[in-house]
């Protein structure tokens, strides 16, 4: 059973471009987060998606976009890149349905803006 | 607004000796997540703590959950080197997790 899977693993991109992250769940699962976590510090929730809606979101402005796909997947659109946005992503996907609530994270794409 | 802090942030300790790291909550929750996280890599899932006094122990670690202090705690038991990595609390807050910044632990031979 595939895990939680993301590509690429590494991204190197110029300030003001744009990138794409994307996520792959975990079989039977069928809501992504997506975190941000800088150098030292803990995730940060960007937001969620769960039946091709965004249903929660953190504290990020609008040029961090996503999308789920119909079989699940995600994607993380960052547009105008900062030298800010230089960090790992975490994708991490559950079920929504589950007794006892869990996410389980990908290995993470680590971007740097230069 | 949820606010997690743990402490300490860094902790040095030697083979064979015991430790707690403190993870303190702003906000009432129902659900409290240990996690371990090996330098580049992503966050590996050590114990989820559902309930008031609910205890899990797996080989030298064992996490407690006291929410009416709104706190939950991770003993380390005669740490062995393996055990080097950071540790993360995260407090669930309807489907989101809000983490604490980690508490780096070093273990010396």
């Known amino acids: 059973d595939a895990g939680v899977t993301q590509s690429p693993t590494h991204l190197i991109k110029t300030r003001g471009q744009q990138v794409t992250l994307r996520c792959s769940p975990k079989?039977?699962?069928?809501?992504v987060s997506w975190y941000q976590q800088a150098l030292g510090q803990g995730p940060q929730f960007i937001f969620q998606?769960?039946?091709?809606?965004?249903?929660q979101r953190g504290n990020f402005p609008d040029r961090f976009s996503g999308h789920q796909f119909p079989n699940y997947s995600s994607e993380l659109n960052v547009n105008a890149l900062l030298l800010g946005d230089s960090a790992l992503y975490l994708c991490a996907s559950s079920y929504l349905g589950a007794s006892i609530y869990e996410q389980y994270f990908g290995p993470g794409t680590r971007l740097t803006v230069t | 607004e949820l606010k997690v802090e743990q402490n300490p942030l860094f902790l040095s300790m030697q083979e064979g000796k015991n430790y707690t790291i403190y993870c303190n909550y702003s906000?009432?929750?129902?659900?409290l997540y240990w996690y371990r996280q090996d330098p580049g890599k992503s966050l590996e899932s050590l114990f989820v703590?559902?309930?008031?006094?609910a205890v899990k122990q797996e080989g030298r670690l064992m996490a407690s959950l006291d929410t009416k202090a709104r706190l939950s705690t991770l003993h380390i038991t005669a740490a062995v080197h393996d055990l080097s990595a950071t540790y993360f609390c995260?407090?669930?807050?309807?489907?989101?997790?809000?983490f604490g910044k980690g508490t780096k632990l070093t273990v010396n031979p």
């Open positions: 995260a407090v669930g807050r309807s489907e989101k997790l809000v």
């Open positions: 906000t009432t929750s129902d659900r």
């Open positions: 703590l559902l309930s008031n006094g």
């Open positions: 998606y769960y039946e091709e809606e965004e249903r």
């Open positions: 079989s039977g699962h069928d809501t």
